[in-house]
């Protein structure tokens, strides 16, 4: 652990990540606002063409700053990982992940750090969603954009609980981090949806943060064009993948049986029914109305069952951090070496 590190709540050792490319104007900024109960600050020059590590070097002297040069253009998450990992060497407790865009508030941190260290979340994020008079800022085009990402992103992570999943304002718990395979996650602009789908995998407890998001002049280099390319690939796989962990190798349960009778109900009566037509068309007699009821009735008890596998995967959202779950299997093993 870094020797001018500033210890925070309870003495826990508080990180800040900040992913750098093209943000040579607001950098500063960003790091100047940065609250003095964090420890250690990441900046991870991610080969940008701007230079912003030298920049940083040469004109911060703030001592709590470390920067991480990366030789090659990884994205955003490749950046950010680069940095959780050096933070969990170097013993962090809670790592802040913010963007050096200047549109994330660094004095909004501690709400983040606190629903860490109080046991109620492993990893909280921003929510631009939840005051709807702060939607005003936010240009049209990400409004609906972050919309329609929400609803999918809900049914690919299964955290039913949260809005915004693209926002980069997040802090995650060290236990929670250590179970997530970084090398796997994702490392460009999917990055954030990726930690969700890992983090749900792990059973880890996620809370939205309200906050207000600040727009500048500053240019996004997300490309839109591309997102609407990848993402939707990225989304189905992610999702069949939850759904094969959650209902059928991790556990067996009253979801797995309604996915899979719904489903068989809702394909037997549409082949039945289609069967069907292409009889009467053929024949030239029309089908009976209990040939129909054949059809229509497993269609429709199919999807009222579908329809209950959503209630059930939404009820079942983590509760139970991973931060108090291996507290407690420690507490369970020392008592057994005690007896």
Request: glycine share 8%; proline share 4%; charged share 20%.
């Amino acid at each position: 652990m870094l020797e001018n590190s500033a210890l925070s709540v309870g003495g826990a050792c508080i990180s800040v990540v900040i992913p750098c490319y093209k943000v040579k104007k607001q950098i500063l900024a960003v790091i100047a606002e940065i609250p003095k109960s964090v420890s250690t600050i990441y900046v991870v020059d991610d080969c940008c063409p701007e230079e912003v590590g030298r920049l940083v070097k040469e004109n911060c002297p703030d001592p709590r700053v470390r920067v991480l040069f990366h030789e090659y253009n990884t994205g955003v998450g490749g950046a950010t990982i680069s940095g959780y990992r050096q933070a969990l060497l170097d013993g962090a407790t809670v790592i802040v992940k913010i963007d050096g865009d200047g549109q994330m508030d660094p004095r909004l941190m501690d709400r983040f750090v606190e629903l860490i260290l109080s046991g109620k979340a492993d990893y909280a994020k921003g929510n631009r969603f939840f005051d709807i008079e702060l939607l005003a800022t936010m240009p049209r085009a990400r409004l609906f954009g972050n919309s329609v990402l929400s609803l999918i992103n809900k049914a690919t992570t299964g955290y039913w609980n949260i809005m915004d999943p693209t926002n980069g304002y997040t802090a995650i718990h060290s236990a929670a981090l250590r179970h997530l395979p970084l090398e796997k996650l994702d490392q460009g602009y999917f990055f954030e949806s990726d930690m969700l789908f890992r983090l749900n995998i792990a059973r880890a407890v996620v809370v939205d943060v309200p906050m207000e998001a600040r727009y500048g002049a500053e240019i996004s280099n997300l490309r839109i064009s591309n997102a609407v390319a990848e993402f939707p690939g990225k989304y189905l796989r992610r999702f069949v993948k939850r759904i094969c962990y959650t209902y059928f190798l991790r556990d067996f349960n009253a979801g797995t049986v309604e996915l899979i009778v719904g489903i068989l109900l809702v394909l037997g009566g549409a082949i039945f029914g289609i069967l069907r037509w292409h009889l009467s068309d053929e024949t030239g007699i029309p089908a009976t109305s209990g040939q129909v009821m054949l059809s229509a009735l497993p269609i429709l008890l199919g999807f009222q069952l579908l329809i209950s596998l959503i209630a059930f995967d939404i009820a079942n959202v983590p509760t139970t951090t991973l931060q108090s779950s291996i507290a407690r299997r420690a507490e369970e093993r020392n008592s057994v070496k005690g007896d």
